[in-house]
Structure formats: structure tokens, C-alpha cells
């Protein structure tokens, strides 16, 4: 199995609260996603990381922030947590661009729910 | 419209049945186009790759690509019923230098002995 963790792996918060959630990789991958999962949608994409500090925003960006300081580690941060963000969190790697490396690994989940 | 569409199910097959999976896709340069296994309350897994037009086969499994069409399909033979789960169709593309992928919403099969 691909080296990634996700911390936490259970969340209950209560609306307005920050939130942050970790996703830690062993296998070096330049690129790292966060992705929420939901009844009927599917997996959305909501920002990526393509080397330190390089980021992008995915499709459904808006009230998430990312960071990413070493090569290993990429947070996803809930400034206010709503409702709405009541989801399941999945963190990715991939090497993109070399064929086989595009595959992309997925790590655990955290199931985040707002009260 | 979804970039990647999927027919959500549940698809519905009896045991040692062909199970065939479809994908289209709308946008022209995506590049690479994968199959993920996702059981339930468990993270997507790959089942299968493919870059170029044609088949890939890989023991029961079989996946399809047809840039013209942008229709990418699977096909499991000797469906098991092990083989229930989500399975979710993904396209990667470049867009301004990045890698950016794009996942269906996933169809539910059941294979029932």
C-alpha cells in the first residue's frame, strides 16, 4: 500500500469552527490532492498541490485553504466549518506525467461532520 | 454537464456474467483515463490504466478507449460477486502545466450469485 495517512480519521465540530485536517505521504509524489465525497457527486476535487508551496484551486474550492511546507505533509483547513462541509475527505498522490506515475493513490479518509 | 459521466446504476448482473462499465468524457486533450474500485466506506483503488486507443487487458478485466468518441468503457468477465463495489471512471488533463484529473460520479454494480 501507498504510504499515506490522514489525520483525523473522525471529526465532529460545530459550525464556525476552524478546522484542519492532515494528509502525510512516505513516497515522495510531487503531486497531492484533497478531494470531498458525497452522496450523488461523487468525487470533487478541491485544491491540489504540485510541489512545495505550489498550489491550485480544484472544482469546489471556495471556503477550503491549503498549505503545503515540505513535500510530505498537505493540510486542508476549514476557516468556519458549515454544514455544507459535512463530508468524507480524501487525500491523493500521484506522479503525474510519467506514464504508470499518473495513477493516483488514495489515502484512507477522514469523515468530517458539522453539527 | 459533468466533464465525466457516468450511469450512476445500480448495473445489476448475475454471477459469472460479463459486466460492462461505461465513460464519456467531454474534454478533447485529456490524456490518460483510469478505472477506480471503491468499496464501500473504503478509499478508490485502481483497477486498470490506458493512454491509447483500443484494449487493455488485464486478467477479468478489460478496459476500452476511443478518443473519437471520448468514451472510455470496462469490462469485468466472470463477474464475481466479490466484484460489488463503486466503480469510478477518471480523466486526467494538462492545464496550465498541471495535471488536473476529473472523476465521474461512479456506477454501483452488484453481481448476485
Known amino acids: 500500500d501507498a504510504g499515506i495517512t490522514q489525520s483525523p480519521r473522525h471529526k465532529v465540530t460545530e459550525t464556525g469552527t476552524p478546522v484542519t485536517l492532515r494528509c502525510h505521504q512516505t513516497?515522495?509524489?510531487?503531486?497531492m490532492y484533497w478531494y470531498r465525497q458525497d452522496p450523488g457527486h461523487g468525487l470533487r476535487l478541491i485544491h491540489y498541490?504540485?510541489?512545495?508551496?505550489?498550489?491550485d484551486k480544484g472544482e469546489v474550492s471556495d471556503g477550503y485553504s491549503v498549505s503545503r511546507s515540505k513535500t510530505e505533509d498537505f493540510l486542508l483547513t476549514l476557516e468556519s466549518a458549515t454544514s455544507s462541509q459535512t463530508s468524507v475527505y480524501f487525500c491523493?498522490?500521484?506522479?503525474?506525467?510519467?506514464?504508470?506515475?499518473?495513477?493516483?493513490?488514495f489515502g484512507p479518509g477522514t469523515r468530517l461532520t458539522v453539527l | 454537464q459533468k466533464e465525466v459521466e457516468q450511469n450512476s446504476g445500480p448495473l445489476s448482473v448475475p454471477e459469472g456474467a460479463i459486466a460492462s462499465l461505461n465513460c464519456t468524457y467531454s474534454?478533447?486533450?485529456?490524456?490518460?483515463f483510469f478505472w477506480y474500485r471503491q468499496y464501500s466506506g473504503k478509499s478508490p483503488e485502481l483497477i486498470m490504466s490506458?493512454?491509447?486507443?483500443g484494449d487493455k487487458e488485464d486478467g477479468r478485466f478489460t478496459a476500452q478507449l476511443n478518443k473519437a468518441s471520448q468514451y472510455v468503457s470496462l469490462l469485468i468477465r466472470d463477474s464475481q460477486p466479490s466484484d460489488s463495489a463503486t466503480y469510478l471512471c477518471?480523466?486526467?488533463?494538462?492545464?496550465?502545466?498541471?495535471?488536473?484529473?476529473?472523476f465521474g460520479r461512479g456506477t454501483s454494480l452488484i453481481v448476485h450469485p
Open positions: 474534454d478533447r486533450v485529456s490524456q490518460s
Open positions: 491523493a498522490i500521484s506522479e503525474p506525467g510519467t506514464g504508470v506515475g499518473d495513477t493516483q493513490y
Open positions: 477518471a480523466v486526467n488533463k494538462l492545464g496550465g502545466g498541471s495535471y488536473i484529473p476529473t
Open positions: 513516497e515522495n509524489h510531487r503531486y
Open positions: 490506458i493512454y491509447s486507443n
Open positions: 498541490s504540485y510541489g512545495v508551496k505550489d498550489t
